[in-house]
């Protein structure tokens, strides 16, 4: 059943019960006095109600049922059995997830182009070499990025320890598969995805991975392979999925992959993350922080209870800053904001009270910290408003019938909006694989065509070409050198930047304006401004690098251009049009990109030059889909949805957490504050306790290792350019002496003709 379908049936009923009880819009909000809050609609939101009844409030609803003469509980029977199964598991009303299906015809047109070719076994289509693999390897390249395309979507669960995020996500599977303790225990990261979905390599109920396997990976045996720390029953996470203070132990686990029969993750996958982020153990902040890698929707859970306040607005800003909406008409549905432990003690007017006033009392706050940089980066052109942040609250209390079912209710809309949005991605990105394995193909007919020129003919071309290049080559090379040279002046530059930025943001004057204009109350601003403070200086350093990071990226690209044309012969095709969409103008055996990016592949993390490859590998050309590349593409998650610019976690290897450590430092201190004004005695306070920390050194080491790693990721990408080339340029020489049967070349070129004709069969 369809999210619409179950929209209209429920509308149909409010309506059949207002006018089952003679009443007006007008005058159900005239009785819409509900938990002795008085009247809690209007007419305007009466009609909203009875058109949109799945987006409207638990608060709103149960105004709307009383006026009308209908019990809560009557209408939330009806929406479970609507809803739900018997045993109260969560069901999507969303198509059946089609991605695979997708796929799978996708898989079965490579197959048949492979097969052509393969069968023909003929030597002068074995010899053919795109890049570093043969002609015939690339299909399987092409192959295992199409099966790493197929993964659901995830939804993250975020917040810190006794959140209730375990709690929840239980209750969502409706099963106790996760530890719900007081005591903050889990240690790694757990993604539960559905039984079926588990792959024949993997034969546990749980398997535990070490850092850098991520979702899409899970049928891929050799990355499977590489990243596999233990696999068996629920056990392995009692012993290695929890903190054991053993320091003798030594446990790498990162990521444990949990397989459940609950029907919501036929459609999505569920990624659960630690949540203490105050501990001496780094690595749990590390984690929570970088889950954000894994997740394409964001649940961020907050107790009823300090519903964002201290630490929880500085956690939530470094989570959700890093998660960018997939459209700027739709900022924050791939959002939710959870207000847990709504016990039956509380008013139902002082939770709906939280709800209502939270974003506007952080509002300032919330925009500097995350919407500012969404604005800045492209991806939305308005901050949300605090009504429309407000509609994405939702009170949870797992015995609270009505808060459960709308909590679900939310959990399963985001779900389907986010499975819609990755099948038309991976559709998209589907399509465009196969037009580069044509491209790939068409390349390989023209090197095909080539070969009919009698040997002296390409013989004088081959040295002719070569001269030019080594002509050229010499002044890029310089050129290069030159550019990673500069990145130590860059880092300077961003140092010295900051170091101003954090000077004035951190005096005592400055402290005590942005106090007096963000808090009125002293308590809330003595337990805030240490996170508000570390989340300022942590936005302000991720967008200096992102902006000083995609500068040097457009100079890298233009130098790989000019290294192009320096490089390959400028082979036109006859495409008609087949792959004009695609920005190819000119195939070659060689492409400087794709050689440049390979050198990159053994490297840790590579600082500027992760945006460099995540900004233009949608446009790189056929031949970023084979050799070193495709790993490298899919170890940043750049497949199957390409992403304009990747998390600026990955780009510098892990998450900066000066957000966090400066909360510890400060956040927590109960200052004794003296004098005429509050603010400017906390002001001075929090000035004086930032020096004393040292706080400017956590701000200054990212900077160091965003650049260093850049210096070390382009001599990487140089090196293996010009070794690249240097082979290029030779195999042309040894293929211009070999002497081609023109006969058994134009066998071969039908034969790859046909292989390309077999791509467009529909």
Partial sequence: MKQEILNEMLKDFLISKRELAGL????????????????????????????????????????????????PQQYYELLNEFTYKTDGEIMIMSKEHKIPEQLSIALDKVSKAKEIVTMSKHEYIQSLKVNDTSLTDSFDKIESLLKNMNRKPVIGFFGHFDAGKSTLINTVITEDVLPTKYQPATCVVNLLMHIDDKPSLISGAVALFRKGFMPHMIYDKALVDSHLIEEGDTTILDRLGVHNHDNSISNDAYIAIIFSNADILRHVWLLDTPGDLNSADDSDTEKALGGVELADGIVF??????????SDLGFAANIIRQKP????????NHLLFVQSHCHSEIRNEDISFVGQTVFKRIKKQIDNLIFNSWIEDGYIDIAPSPAQLTERVQPFWR?????????????????EYLVLHQEKRVESSIQRTIEQLSAILLGAIETLQNRKKNTLERLREVENQDARFRKESEKLVKQFNQLITSCRIKKTTDVDAMRDF???????DELAQLIKETYDNKKEAQSEIGNYIGQLLTAKLESLLKTSGKTISYEVDDLLNKWQQAASFKQQ???????????????????SKAAFIGGLAGLGSFGAMSLYVSTISSNLGAYILVGRVAGL???????????????????IGGPITIGITLASAIGYVMYRLVGGSWQKSLAKKVADTIRKEN????????????????????NAGLKELIEQTDEYLESLKKDATTEYDISQLDNCIDTVNQSVGSLKVS
């Fill in 399 to 415: 015995e609270n019938d009505v808060f459960r079912m709308h909590t679900l209710s939310k959990i399963q809309e985001m779900a």
């Fill in 573 to 591: 095709l006859e495409t008609n049009g087949d792959v004009e969409n695609l920005g190819f103008d000119v195939f070659s055996t060689f492409n």
């Fill in 325 to 332: 909406p997939v459209s700027s008409n739709e900022a924050i």
């Fill in 633 to 651: 593409l899919v170890r940043l998650g750049l497949v199957g949805e390409v992403a304009t610019v990747t998390s600026f976690v990955a780009a």
């Fill in 24 to 71: 007006s819009q007008s005058d159900v909000a005239a009785r819409s006095e509900v938990f002795g809050m008085g009247k809690t609609l209007d007419q305007r939101a009466v009609s909203r109600i009875e058109q949109q009844p799945l987006s409207a409030d638990a608060i709103k609803i149960a105004g709307y049922l009383t006026a009308v003469g209908v019990s």
């Fill in 695 to 714: 706080v400017w050194n956590n701000v200054e080491k990212p900077i160091a290792d965003f650049w260093d790693n850049t210096e070390k990721a382009m």
């Fill in 502 to 508: 954090f000077k004035v943001k951190t005096s005592a």
């Fill in 301 to 310: 859970i907050s107790n009823h209870t300090g519903f964002f306040k201290d």
